[in-house]
């Protein structure tokens, strides 16, 4: 019995391969693959903060600060898409045919840094992922770029291209930093920070 949808399997990775875009097959062990692999992870994670944002998110003034912090989390799902289908495509005329690198996006998280950052207490010590759960998840989407950044970087590709996705992978890891802060001022909750066991000798 079927039900008519389209099969998730296809039998095709059995061997341990995949098809880059454009139909080119490589290992699954690709350093490709796990770099945009990565960026994969790191969207679902963006999908459990954005749960768990809306499913706690908090009335007055703050609940118009979480909605503008979902519409941005969407928008940089989006990106990473974007990201991934670059670092998946290997024929230069398939790449002319995907939606542009935009240094605007860039620039965007910039902003979005610059407001949630003007409340924000100044850093005195280092700080320690925690607090609410959002703010958690935030700092788990933090190292999740930052070992995203370490696989790009390692393709070690010289083209225009490449180099907006490494920017963009760098400005992700700090916006999720200062995301992780915002998130535990919003909910009035004293952000955790390491403190080295000989600071009082």
């Avoid at 989006?78 to 045919?97: N, V, Y």
Wanted: net charge neutral.
């Amino acid at each position: 019995m079927t039900t008519g949808s389209m099969k998730v399997y296809t039998r095709t990775g059995d061997q341990g391969s995949t098809s880059l875009f454009g139909g080119k097959r490589v290992s699954k062990s690709d350093p490709r693959l796990d770099a945009y692999g990565t960026l994969d992870e790191l969207n679902s994670v963006l999908g459990l903060l954005v749960a768990e944002i809306e499913h706690h998110r908090p009335q007055g003034h703050a609940a118009i600060e979480m909605g503008r912090i979902v519409n941005e989390l969407r928008l940089i799902q989006a990106q990473l898409f974007t990201l991934g289908s670059h670092l998946a495509t290997e024929d230069e005329g398939m790449r002319s045919k995907l939606p542009v690198l935009s240094a605007e996006d860039v620039g965007a998280l910039e902003t979005w840094m610059d407001r949630m950052s003007v409340d924000l207490e100044p850093l005195k010590n280092f700080i320690l992922p925690g607090g609410t759960k959002a703010a958690s998840v935030a700092h788990l989407a933090r190292t999740i770029a930052r070992r995203a950044e370490r696989a790009i970087v390692a393709l070690g590709y010289d083209a225009d291209w490449f180099l907006k996705i490494v920017q963009h992978t760098n400005r992700l890891n700090d916006y999720f930093f200062v995301l992780a802060r915002h998130l535990n001022r919003l909910d009035g909750v004293t952000e955790p920070t390491w403190t080295s066991k000989n600071s009082n000798k």
